[in-house]
Each structure stands twice: as C-alpha cells, then as structure tokens.
C-alpha cells in the first residue's frame, strides 16, 4: 500500500469516507472514531505529514480563537469553497472583517447566506417575463404624463416620467430632449474661468449668436452688426467670421468693419429668408448638436449640461474625462460605444426615469427588458416593429398588434406555429407550457 499503509487499515478508512485531503485536517480521535486504534491513528498521521494535537490541544485552540476572533485567512477559504456571484462574495467579505466570530458563528452565516441565495433563485419554469412585464406595467400607471421637468438646472428642460419609459423602451433614435452631463478633468474641473472657455469651444456657434441681424429690402441684402464682446467672448474674430460663412453657405459676404453684409444669389425676398434660415442653422464654431451649455458647481468641481447631444465629437475634446460623459440618446451609445453600454445605459435610464417618480421596481425586472432589446446585437423596441414583431409564433404576433396583416402573410407564406409559447396556448386553449405544464409524466408499467 502507497505511504505504508496496510490494505486492511486503507479498507475502513475508505469505507469511514476519508480521502488523502481528509486525511490531513484529521485528528486521532477522528480516526479513533472511524475504527482505528490511538497507536494506529498516531501512526497514519506521522506517515501522511498531519501534525498531532490532542483533544485537549484542540479544546484549548478552540478558546483562544473564540476570544480572537475568526482570521481572515479562515474566512477567505470558506468564501472561496462557497458557489455565490462575487457582489455577494465581496459584500460578505468586507462586513466580516468588522466583526468578531467564532468558527460556529461563521459557518452560521455563512448557511444562511447560502440558503437566502438559493431561495432568491427563480425557480425552474417560471414566468420571468410575465412578471417583468406587470412589474414595470403597474408602476408605470402611477406615473405622471409630466413631460417637462427640470433636472437641477432651471435652464435645461428634459423629457421625464412616463413619455420617457415609453421613449427608453421604444429605442427612440433621437429622444425627444436630448442631453449630456459632461464632467471634466482634473486640471481644469475647478477653474471656472478654463471650463467657460471649454463651454465656448463645445457650444454650437451661429451668426445670429455673434450679432443683431437686420434685412435691407431695398438692397436685397442681410446686414449683422457683430458684437465685439461675444467675439473676445468665444475666442473669433469678424475676418475668420466671414471666411467660415463664405465656406459653410457659398455666398458674396463682405466685411465692413464689425459689419457683415450678405447677398443673396438671386435678388428675390424668397431667397433672402431662405439664407436667413440657413444662417440661422450653421454653426461656424463649436459641436453642431450642442445647443446650449449650462455650468454647474457640484462637490467642488464644475459640471457642463448641454441641450443636445453630440457624443462622439464630444469625446474627443481636450479637457473633458471621456470615462465620465453621459447622454440619454441611447442610440447614440450603441453606435458609439457599443451595443453593451446601450444595455447598461437603457437599465440606468429606465431606473432612473422610475425613481425620480418615487417608485420602486427591482433592477432584475429591467436587466431582463434590457436584455432582450440587445441580445441580438443591436437596439430593438419592446413593440411590433422590435422585439414583438420578431417572435416566431404566428398566433403571437397576431395577438400583439395588426392581426389581419399577420394571420394573411402567414397564410400566403404557409407558415407552422409550434404551440410552444403562452399567449398562443391560452388562444387555442390548451394549457401552457409554463410551471407544472412543462412537466411531461411517462408512466412505464411493469
């Protein structure tokens, strides 16, 4: 036998359910227990390199550790043989090292811990989705149909409450208030000088915002008397003024003094509000999008919001901390950062939008919407045109939205409907394949 064993001896410490890792944080009365004589036991553990304490050894031990206190090296091996997600994992770890346990108290909290995960798991068969869907369904009757709010900053209003779910889970591709938080680097978050000078770079500049325009019918022309305040202002002078509208609009400007004086192609009053409409909607400085930037203090540090939004551009901006910029255009972010920070962007939108109305909704119950409108890789709507749309089962689809469209391709297309869903079980009347009708019985006599 392997380390001096006899056959007989290995036999009942098999049958006792001792293996070679048993073996080693055995003790002699353990093996005395098993069967095996002290003499024998003491033999077994010399072989096999377990140091012997004895019972009143061990007593001892037990009664320093009780008044010390659990180490931290038993608590990290006890958390590592546990099968939990790491939040809890590190949740537990960092409480535990506040308090004082014995071995028995720990292994106490440790069951229980266990034992709530366990019960928190859904079970097989259940009906996730229907409950997600009543889940964020019955809050969303308590909210309001407020579509304005202001989100601290008196000047910028945003989309909340109900029409902004709708828009999060409609995958709007423009939201109908677009908006960025921008926050910025440390060299310059607390100069409130730099970061004005930033919001001047970043914010959409128009004619119209460096001066009064006025039309002179009699000449056919536009005339901007420029403001020599906003000019220093936004860091432009008149020069760079009139060359950037000759290159954006292609038009005869010429520059008289702090006056800019336009004509149009053709000397008609049509084509003069036209070109008024195209001055009005060129930016010659800043991120077209961007079309106001409001400056707030917050914790000591300076922080942009912008009435529209523009991210990508944004990202590239010197002085702006590109791991703390968020935009409500979820869109936007898939495009530009991926399909996965859309997810996380439609979860941390959707609770917000909940919460700012008071109401409570586990984040679970969102995860899943979310995760349904990305797992294929691209943002889709929770409706006809998204994920309802795409369902598999004719009857399904029929029973959502435009059911005679439905029913009539599938006729022309001959299509087969598996019955494997709830909404086309409940229609044919069958029971669902949901809990306990999930659960096909075979009887074999004997």
Not at 318 to 325: A, E, F, K, L, M
Request: proline share 3%.
């Amino acid at each position: 036998m392997k380390r001096g064993v006899s056959s007989k001896t290995a036999q009942i410490l098999c049958g006792a359910g001792f293996t070679l890792s048993k073996l080693k944080k055995a003790s002699v009365e353990d093996l005395v227990e098993a069967g095996i004589t002290s003499a024998n036991a003491k033999s077994i553990l010399k072989k096999i390199g377990t140091p012997i304490e004895t019972s009143e050894e061990k007593v001892s031990q037990k009664i320093i550790d009780s008044k010390e206190g659990v180490s931290q090296k038993i608590i990290d091996s006890r958390l590592g043989e546990l099968h939990l997600p790491p939040s809890i994992i590190d949740a537990l770890q960092h409480d535990l090292k506040t308090i004082k346990l014995t071995e028995t108290q720990l292994d106490e909290i440790l069951k229980m811990t266990v034992d709530a995960y366990e019960k928190a798991k859904v079970e097989p068969c259940e009906a996730v989705g229907t409950v997600a869907a009543q889940s964020i369904g019955e809050p969303g009757t308590q909210m309001t149909m407020r579509t304005f709010h202001y989100a601290g900053v008196a000047e910028i209003s945003i989309t909340l409450g109900l029409p902004r779910l709708i828009e999060i889970l409609d995958a709007r591709k423009v939201p109908s208030t677009p908006m960025m938080t921008i926050r910025l680097k440390d060299e310059i978050k607390g100069d409130r000088d730099a970061v004005r000078k930033l919001a001047w770079e970043i914010e959409a500049t128009s004619l119209l915002d460096l001066g009064d325009l006025s039309i002179d019918l009699a000449e056919m022309q536009i005339i901007i008397e420029l403001n020599e305040k906003t000019l220093s202002q936004r860091s432009i002078t008149s020069k760079d003024i009139a060359q950037r509208t000759r290159d954006k609009i292609d038009v005869d400007v010429r520059l008289d003094g702090l006056k800019l004086i336009i004509h149009p192609e053709q000397p008609s009053y049509r084509e003069l509000l036209q070109l008024v409409e195209k001055l009005r909607s060129t930016a010659l400085k800043g991120i077209e999008g961007i079309k106001r930037i409001v400056i707030r203090k917050e914790d000591e540090e300076y922080v942009l919001y912008t009435e529209g939004s523009a991210l990508r551009k944004i990202l590239h901006c010197d002085g702006i901390d590109p791991t703390r910029v968020k935009t409500n255009n979820i869109n936007e972010i898939a495009d530009v950062l991926g399909i996965e920070a859309a997810r996380n962007s439609v979860i941390s939108e959707a609770m917000d939008t909940l919460r700012e109305q008071g109401l409570e909704v586990d984040v679970r119950h969102i995860m899943l919407a979310a995760d349904m409108m990305t797992c294929g890789g691209e943002l889709k709507q929770i409706g006809r045109h998204g994920i309802a749309g795409e369902k598999a089962s004719v009857l399904s689809r029929a029973a959502f939205e435009v059911t005679v469209n439905h029913l009539l391709d599938a006729a022309i297309h001959g299509e087969v409907d598996e019955l494997s869903g709830v909404t086309e079980n409940v229609i044919v009347g069958q029971p669902i394949r949901l809990g306990t009708g999930d659960v096909e019985l075979v009887y074999r006599g004997g």
